[in-house]
């Protein structure tokens, strides 16, 4: 079994990253600028974007981090959206899933500038990635994409399972997978919480691609001998272990399934931080008017 290291190929992108930053300010061009979006505090999506602005400080972005309290009116982060569109500094907006539900999440998504729309989540973005044109690209299947092409691990002709159908995660994952590209031309099977005999379905799988939110849903049982896995759970579950009184756990039962994949991801410093990469490359992407 090889542990596919999301830490160290992130690490190496953001060093490719900081050196086109370098040449943008050398050609007289400006910082990449990020904005973010944090509405109420849940203390996963406070991590979540306290390492995105991380992230843009190691490359040499410029973040912006904009905060409102739960209690934010639909209207008003509406208006703060609506600002950011029309500031011409900032080159990619993101706003952190999920907001409270008295808020829609289509109106905002919709309301993002698909040219700043740097998590993809636009219709305009996701339906120019479905039709195979530059587009935006969801952070996390393009990170996982680019981990499975830093690997060398071949997609073309095999069997990929998707567990799960989200519009950030699952659905993106399995269109991007069965696309005529590099890291594509797989046969992709989605499954989700309807699915019949799903067990029967992930033991045919070349590639499993896990991203349902259920902690160790993923057994060793429902797997075949060489698979090449990829956890993208995250769940925070209790644990008296740690300073904080928890831990993240994937969606894969790692210890035994790690004994019958070739490639496995860990959960935390597999996907994790390749996510924010691809946000990264995608601001990149904005600045310099790519997409
Ligand atoms: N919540 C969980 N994943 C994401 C993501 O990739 N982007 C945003 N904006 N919110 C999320």
């Known amino acids: 079994m090889k542990l596919i290291d999301g830490k160290k190929i992130s690490s190496e992108i953001k060093e490719e990253i900081a050196q086109e930053v370098h040449e943008l300010l050398a050609k ?20 979540y974007v306290a390492h995105k602005v991380k992230a843009c400080e190691q490359v040499g972005f410029d973040s912006t981090l904009i905060r409102f309290p739960d209690s934010v009116s ?9 600002e950011v569109n029309q500031n011409a500094d900032i080159d990619g907006l993101i706003v952190q899933l999920p907001i409270p539900e008295h808020i829609s999440e289509e109106k905002v998504i919709e309301c993002i500038d698909p040219k700043k729309d740097v998590d993809g989540f636009h219709p305009a973005n996701v339906g120019r990635m479905v039709a195979g044109m530059p587009a935006f690209v969801s952070a996390t299947p393009n990170g996982i994409l680019e981990l499975l092409s830093r690997y060398q691990i071949e997609t073309s002709g095999k069997h990929c399972v ?11 994952m399995s269109i991007l997978l069965s696309q005529k590209r590099t890291t594509g031309n797989a046969t992709v099977t989605v499954c989700h919480s309807r699915t019949e005999n799903l067990k029967e ?31 993208v759970g995250t769940t925070r579950v209790k644990s008296d272990k740690t300073k904080s009184g928890w831990k993240l756990k994937g969606d894969v039962k ?11 991801t860990p959960v935390p410093g597999g996907v994790g931080p390749m996510t924010i990469v691809s946000l990264l490359k995608n601001t990149l992407l904005a600045a310099q008017k790519k997409v």
């Open 162 to 172: 998707v567990i799960g159908r989200s519009n950030i995660v699952g659905r993106p």
């Open 74 to 82: 639909e209207h008003e982060l509406i208006e703060k959206i609506k």
């Open 28 to 47: 007289g061009g400006k910082k990449p600028h990020l904005a973010a979006i944090l509405v109420g505090n849940d203390g996963g999506s406070e991590t």
């Open 254 to 264: 790692f210890d035994e399934v790690a004994e019958k994949a070739s490639y496995i």
């Open 201 to 231: 379905i992930s033991k045919q799988a070349d590639i499993v691609i896990a991203a349902l939110g259920k902690p160790e849903f993923l057994t060793a049982d429902m797997v075949k001998e060489g698979a090449v896995i990829i956890d």
